[in-house]
């Protein structure tokens, strides 16, 4: 059994340093047990925040533990009521490793021969989840309003903007680079995307939201959030999703102090911005997403690009390059044969 533990917490960008590969030998399953053998690993911007000892929703991976993350598992062996041998499972529990016991715990089970297994990872799992509540829900968009988004072509930035293409929004997406704004544009339907590397970001941003900004969903803070607060219109809203720009950063950027201009913004212009942890908020309304957003997918109407990683040495730098935008699409390791 492979698996890979948190060696130290990075201080920056993580590294292949922080992280060690350790063997050990397979567990047997106790009465009340399954053991899981790991097929699809998902990768995702918040084990940044597990990496680190900060004050934060949820607790840190504890230094020489096996890393935390999403999974998609055969059951090899069950001694658990509802599941057998064979099945796929959705586990919260098991990490970073090939083979894991389980007690049922954040244990789904996704049955015989789903047809597209990693998608309880991606468009059908978390952050499909996450976009699906927070643009519905906080971001409340209606039809012929302006929605920005950022992370454009990942899991949630893409999702956010097809659903708000389907309410009736022009969707202006960001992304890293001419290719994922091609395919922001011609792939997911988006208005137009631009380009954060781009000189004049602030300029084209504004040339593309010439009516204000209704609804910024916000993936990402940093630079993107600057060019998007003047454009602002009264009454807009502001679900905080996530601030990836800034999860490797070790102290408060440079520049004058503006939480006033900021505030007042908020204050003049009445902003709604809300933030939300998606299980911790939403976890009651999981099944009406998964319904509407199986039936999107299944109709053609919501798009899913995935890019898969093999094998599990490979996740802490495929990690570590996401958290860069290097990733094109939902990221995932696959750890095993089906
Ligand atoms: P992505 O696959 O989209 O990966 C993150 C992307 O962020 C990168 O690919 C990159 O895209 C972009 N990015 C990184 N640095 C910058 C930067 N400095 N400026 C602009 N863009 C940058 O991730 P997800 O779709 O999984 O997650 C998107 C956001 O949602 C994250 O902030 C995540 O933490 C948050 N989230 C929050 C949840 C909640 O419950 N609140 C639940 C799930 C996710 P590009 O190359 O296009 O710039």
């Not at 796929?88 to 597209?116: E, F, K, R």
Request: charged share 20%.
């Amino acid at each position: 059994n492979r698996r890979l533990v948190l060696a130290s917490r990075p201080t920056g960008a993580p590294s292949n340093d922080n992280f060690r590969l350790e063997q050990t030998d397979i567990p047997k399953p106790a009465d009340g047990q399954v053991l899981l053998r790991t097929v699809f690993l998902s990768l995702d911007p918040y084990m940044r925040g597990r990496m680190s000892d900060a004050p934060s929703y949820a607790e840190p991976v504890a230094i020489d533990d096996v890393m935390v993350g999403g999974t998609v598992n055969r059951v090899v062996e069950s001694k658990l009521e509802g599941f057998s041998a064979g099945d796929w499972v959705l586990s919260y529990t098991c990490g970073w490793q090939d083979y894991a016991l389980s007690d049922g715990t954040m244990l789904i089970n996704l049955g015989t021969g789903p047809t597209h297994p990693s998608l309880a990872l991606g468009l059908l799992g978390m952050p499909g989840f996450t976009a699906y509540m927070g643009l519905l829900d906080i971001g409340a968009p209606k039809e012929g309003e302006t929605l920005v988004v950022a992370a454009a072509t990942g899991p949630v930035g893409a999702t956010v903007g097809q659903i708000g293409k389907l309410k009736g929004c022009r969707v202006v997406g960001v992304a890293g680079g001419p290719e994922k704004c091609d395919f922001a544009v011609k792939e997911l339907g988006f208005d137009t995307c631009i380009d954060h590397y781009a000189d004049d970001f602030d300029q084209q941003l504004a040339a593309a939201c010439g009516d204000g900004i209704d609804v910024y969903f916000e993936n990402v803070g940093g630079k993107v959030f600057d060019g998007v607060l003047p454009l602002l219109n009264t009454k807009a809203r502001i679900p905080v999703c996530g601030l990836v720009a800034r999860y490797n950063a070790t102290e408060l950027p440079e520049g004058p102090d503006r939480l006033s201009l900021l505030m007042g913004t908020i204050l003049t212009k009445r902003l709604k911005v809300q933030g939300f942890i998606i299980f911790d908020d939403y976890g009651y309304r999981y099944d009406e997403f998964y319904q509407q957003m199986s039936r999107w997918y299944a109709d053609g109407k919501i798009k899913y690009r995935e890019q898969v990683v093999d094998g599990l040495e490979q996740a802490p730098e495929a990690f570590a390059g996401m958290l860069e935008g290097k990733n094109f699409g939902k990221l995932v390791v696959r750890v095993g044969e089906d």
